[in-house]
């Protein structure tokens, strides 16, 4: 690691702090000299690190959040490390600096509350740039991109690009099939007129940091099979002062192969978000969930084509979408008794990735709690209608992914709308209950809302 340091230290993250950086330049130099001075002997075998042990307190949770609360350390100049695979010692120190700024015990591990007060200190210099959460629908990617710097965007040849206005700053990602990550390691670091500083190997990822010309570049990329996914940050040495830590935090939040089932990115909807309605009437009147088919530039069901949004229960989060010009529909049977007990069975469509690309309805078992219901069904069940033991309408699954705050996994939480709110949302738009006995299956579609 002491290498690292000294590869790193000077040449790229030191140097370039921020205004906001806690302590001054002239310190900071002095203590990277001091670091590239020890790591004098350590220099064989430098660029060529294999993965750090993460502590023990730390292992157990998403990648996703380890890099999260780096980037977050590095926003306030806390912490010169670059990726999960170096998630060690150093870390943990600047975490107990961290508390101990702020009056807490200094044991190296964030409780929820400092984990919020960390994300909340954050905010100031994120502000500044415009960073912002995105998924890149080119590759499947999420990464976070400093907005106000890097304003122009466009397709590249394998992913997106974002670059300032003279492109001095460029941000692109890419996606490689078929493609091995051992030998696109060895590849981006023989690149032209490139130089390695810095650069370390694990089984599913690589990081490599550098010079290039006379432009500073960081490289991550992911692999999942015979994929890849990376993001490559290029920029003047004279936009290094800022630069240096966006390039850390756009590399540390860099999630080349997202969890399905773990939601947006904090304070983000989906740029393609999938959910579940419910065929209420044979005139196309559908019944979803509000959050789903909000803020949609397009909202569509598979088969039938667009749909319209054309009434709201902000309340109970329920919508009325309404297809036109729809054959062939069959409304559930949502009239009579409500159902009853807390043992359900759920009717929906999964997120595509959850369930292979299918599109077909599926059942889940689940139970209403204090908690709300469990097990959390997969994404795209949100709008999926609950049955009891009997087949009566129970009432539509509202699936939610909260904002992870502490140390640890969050998964999403599922809520109930219960029957009689429903009816009563339908009947104020003047849409009158099915009754019968249709399997539900025959009345579960899937909608996709694309945002901008």
């Known amino acids: 690691m002491n290498a690292k340091i000294a590869s790193i230290a000077v040449g790229l993250l030191v140097a370039g702090l921020p205004a906001f950086a806690q302590q001054s330049k002239k310190s900071t130099v002095a ?30 949770i998403p990648q996703s959040e380890r890099l999260a609360i780096q980037a977050d350390l590095v926003w306030l100049g806390g912490y010169e490390g670059l990726s999960a695979e170096e998630f060690d010692g150093r870390t943990i120190d600047a975490i107990k600096a961290f508390q101990k700024r702020n009056n807490g015990k200094e044991t190296g591990v964030l409780s929820e509350q400092e984990r919020a007060l960390l994300a909340a200190a954050a905010k100031a210099p994120e502000a500044a740039v415009g960073w912002r959460r995105i998924e890149d629908a080119a590759t499947g990617a999420r990464l976070g991109l400093p907005e106000k710097l890097v304003p122009r965007t466009g397709p590249s040849r394998t992913g997106s690009r974002w670059t300032s206005g003279l492109g001095q700053i460029q941000i692109e990602t890419f996606r490689l099939h078929e493609a091995s990550l ?17 650069s370390a190997f694990a089984p599913d990822s690589f990081v490599i940091i550098g010079e290039q010309r006379l432009k500073k570049f960081v490289v ?6 015979s994929e890849v996914r990376g993001v490559t940050i290029l920029y003047d040495q004279a ?10 935090a756009v590399a540390d939040t860099f999630e080349g192969f997202p969890d399905p089932n773990a939601g947006p990115p904090p304070g983000r909807k989906r740029g393609v978000e999938y959910g579940t309605a419910i065929v209420v009437t ?7 969930i509000g959050q789903v088919t909000e803020e949609c530039q397009s909202l569509t069901v598979p088969g039938f084509g667009h749909a319209d949004r054309v009434a709201e229960d902000t309340t109970n989060d329920l919508a009325l979408l ?3 010009g729809a054959h062939s529909l ?22 595509p990735l959850g369930q292979a690309g299918n599109g077909t309805v599926t059942r889940a078992a689940a139970q209403l709690t204090a908690r709300g219901v469990e097990p959390a069904p997969k994404l795209g069940f949100s709008g999926a209608a609950a049955l009891d033991a009997q087949g009566r309408f129970a009432g539509l699954v509202d699936l939610k992914s909260p904002v992870v705050a502490g140390v640890g996994s969050a998964a999403p939480q599922a809520t109930l709308v219960p029957a009689a709110a429903v009816r009563a949302f339908l009947a104020a738009q003047g849409v009158t209950a099915a009754e019968g006995h ?11 809302c694309v945002r901008k």
């Open 31 to 60: 203590a990277a000299a001091a670091k590239t001075e020890h790591a004098a002997t350590h220099r064989k075998g430098a660029g060529k690190k294999s993965a750090s042990a993460i502590p023990a307190a730390y292992a157990a």
């Open 182 to 198: 051992p030998a696109l390691f060895e590849q981006e670091k023989k690149t032209p007129e490139r130089r390695v500083g810095y």
């Open 220 to 225: 991550r990329a992911q692999s999942s099979g």
């Open 239 to 248: 936009t290094e002062g800022t630069m240096a830590p966006v390039a850390v």
């Open 282 to 288: 044979n005139r196309g009147d559908l019944v979803a």
């Open 322 to 324: 309404r297809l036109y």
């Open 330 to 351: 069959v409304p559930a049977t949502l009239a009579g008794d409500s159902g009853k007990g807390d043992e359900f069975t759920l009717f929906g469509i999964a997120d």
């Open 438 to 448: 249709a399997a539900m299956e025959q009345s579960i579609v899937r909608v996709i």
